[in-house]
């Protein structure tokens, strides 16, 4: 990670993570979770919106949430940085290894690419496009993960294989539940990539059926209001549609205006901080210098002088030359004042007032630098507002044009739509037009499904069929967890969309609510260890990243939690976590079964400044990342002594 802000005291940071768990332990505001999201905006160029709608498909929530990638790293780095801000990765996958670089602010553009096969030869190595360099690397990317698709990609990483602080449950979402099962339970991922656009298909021309029959009923309704006959409406077909599009693109350019206007006055207000900082400075910066003069210090640091002797540049009249220094060095050395000529008694300047000058100096440095900052960020803000501002002027004249166009045949209070003529007319037309609507979406739905249903079929059959691998695999590890007997079953949620069932010691739980939050989560992780268990091959290795997960856990469950992690990971695969470093069983747990061959455990707090109140406690961070350290270290001895 190079020129990372938000870890001040390791800003340029470079990581090697090994085979097993490597563990970013740290206190809270570290950045814990900023690494996680570096690290899958470096993979795959986005990182999840947590406020974001429900997911529809893997296309779209790839789309959706390249925006929100764009403006994810505002705030955590600093604004001069924003250009050379960069994640650089080194990884696997199958024979050949990626070396890639992307700025944090560059969802769709990699700034370095270098692939290299087994043996050796290099199979892409691109150096004049940024976005034709990512477009290597998700058509390389496809091949090695067998894949057919980058959002498919894009979808595993952070619905499968991370758990954030969304803390999104893949087991009780069956509109991710469906793609990812499709994904992992062997049907070719064409027909995966085939059954999502389906899935979607299906349940967009559902809804637009609905909405058809909803204004069909409302225009009959309507019609036996009226009691009147006479209209044709075919000239205000689809007027309120596009009128409401155009209401709401002023709506989203009036808020991004907004935003950027409060942003810009914010940044503004920085600038004038830093630049009233910087005023006072340069004055006390005037008035110490002016106190050495008095106690007959050379005049040679004064900071119209020393400009002139560097630059070569009068700083009173602005002449340039090369005999400006000269002429100024013989005045200097006749100890006379380059100014007025007035002779300078000589003597020397006390140690006092020289620090005293060197301290606001210093002083003088960081504000500049600040105020700099400040300039850019002010720049930057106002042209985005000059461009919100366009935006927004444009979309307003648009609907005011189109409103002065159709001003009689809007919809108004009264009715849905507006007409000089006769209004039952309108109705009786709007719903045969809505009644064609709806034949026409249902039997669009109708195809959809009936192209769906062989790709059911062979999922069904494809669990059935691995059945006996995933399910005991998922009971194991829930079992480490809960202590209980679970099983797992697949079900219909409606005739679209798959569904997984919990069993709970013979009893059937389909509600959320029949568990606790923690052990929905961990249930939810268990599933996707399985998952994970049952989409690679024995030997194969894959990484995981869960993002603080003791939560609200006991003591007691924080322990299984551990054990639960450690046999995931001793079955061959690797897991990137953090944690709050705590008194924390989950990672003594983790550490005791791994042993410091499988866990490498890293003091977060190394890396970021601690706030005041962390930082008077520091003592009860160092007791806790020993305690940890100590399990690994008694794990590994007594390894060793087995094998002796």
Known sequence: MQNFSIYRERP?????IRRGVFCLAGANGLGKSSFLAAINFGLTGIVTNP??????????????????SRHYFDGR???????????????????????????????????????????????????????????????????DCRLSSFDQFVFIQHFLLTFDERRHLLFWDEQVTT?????????????????????????????????????????????????????????FEGLAEKHQNLVDQVDAHANELHRRQREAADARL???????????????????????????????????????????????CGTEGSHISVRLSEKLESHSCPLCDSAIERGSPTPDSLESLKRVDADLSATRERL?????????????????????????????????????????????????????????????????????????????RRELEPLQRALRSAYETAETEFVPAFRELARQFLGLDLDVFLDMADKTRFVLGLEVQGTRRRATTALSESQRFFIDIALRMALIQQMTEPGETVTSYIDTPEGSLDIAYEARAGAMFGKFVRSGKNMIMTANINANQLLLRLAEVCRSEHMELVRMTDWSALSEVQASEEALFDEAYSRVEAVLSAAAEQQSAVEQ
């Open 77 to 143: 780095i600093d604004e001069l940085d924003r250009d050379i801000a960069e994640v650089s990765l080194t990884f696997t996958v199958g024979s050949r290894r990626y070396d890639l670089t992307r700025n944090l602010f560059e969802p769709e553009a990699l700034r370095f690419l270098r692939v290299v096969d087994e043996a050796g030869e290099i199979v892409s190595l691109d150096t004049d496009d940024d976005e034709r360099r990512h477009e290597n690397y998700k058509r390389l990317l496809l091949e």
């Open 372 to 448: 700099k900052a400040a300039q850019v960020r002010r720049d930057r803000l106002d042209k985005a507002v000059d461009e919100a501002l366009k935006l927004h002027s444009s979309s307003t004249q648009a609907l005011e044009e189109f409103e002065t166009a159709n001003e009689k045949a809007l919809p108004t209070a009264d009715a849905s739509i507006a007409s000089l003529l006769d209004q039952r007319r309108v109705a009786e037309a709007e719903r045969k037009r809505a009644m064609e609507r709806r034949d026409e979406w249902r039997d669009k739905r109708d195809a959809a």
């Open 12 to 16: 340029t940071l470079e990581v090697e």
């Open 51 to 68: 406020d974001r709608s429900a997911f529809a498909s893997t296309r779209k929530f790839y789309t959706n949430n390249l925006e929100y």
């Open 270 to 316: 920085d600038l004038a901080d830093a630049s009233a900082e910087y005023q006072a400075l340069r004055h006390q910066y005037d008035q110490v210098f002016s106190q050495r003069l008095k106690a007959h210090s050379a005049p040679r640091l004064h900071p119209l002088v020393a400009e002139a002797l560097q630059t070569n540049r009068c700083s009173v």
């Open 179 to 235: 793609p990812m099962l499709y994904l992992a339970f062997g049907i070719h991922a064409e027909d995966a990539k085939r059954a999502d656009e389906l899935t979607h298909a299906v349940n967009r021309a559902e809804s637009q059926r609905r909405n058809a029959q909803w204004q069909a009923t409302t225009a009959r309704r309507r019609m036996k209001e009226l009691g009147v006959d006479d209209i044709d409406e075919a000239a």
